[in-house]
């Protein structure tokens, strides 16, 4: 069974940093296309960033492209996620996820594409 558990979050003001981690544990890590998602309040759940399985290729949506950056360490089972220049609207629930069959087909930004996920962690931007 897999578990992702992710760590991290808190409250911080505009222009703040921050770094999100995720921890995998079971089935095999480095196989995995892993990613961050975020859900505010009454809104989707939408995507923020990803790496492909060999690290060799990251993802970003347009909102955070420049601020945040994803990472890996397949020796470590782990996956970051770096929050620069944070903004009010960044606020929200933080998901890390996996998607198992990385290895085997194309990148995907979708939310159903993604097998496993974490309870999330909560990162807070006061202005």
């Known amino acids: 069974q897999v578990h992702l558990v992710e760590s991290g979050g808190g409250l911080v003001q505009a222009g703040d940093s921050l770094r999100l981690s995720c921890v995998v544990s079971?089935?095999?890590?480095?196989?995995?296309?892993m990613g961050w998602f975020r859900q505010a309040p009454g809104k989707e759940r939408e995507f923020v960033a990803a790496?492909?399985?060999?690290?060799?290729?990251?993802y970003y949506a347009d909102s955070v492209k420049g601020r945040f950056t994803i990472s890996r360490d397949n020796a470590k089972n782990m996956v970051y996620l770096q929050m620069n220049s944070l903004k009010p609207e960044d606020a929200a629930v933080y998901y890390c996820?996996?998607?198992?069959?990385?290895?085997?087909?194309?990148?995907?930004?979708?939310?159903?594409?993604?097998?496993?996920w974490g309870q999330g962690t909560q990162v807070t931007v006061s202005s």
């Open positions: 079971g089935g095999t890590f480095s196989s995995y296309d």
């Open positions: 790496i492909r399985w060999s690290g060799g290729n990251t």
């Open positions: 996820a996996a998607d198992q069959r990385g290895f085997i087909r194309p990148f995907s930004n979708s939310v159903n594409r993604y097998d496993y």
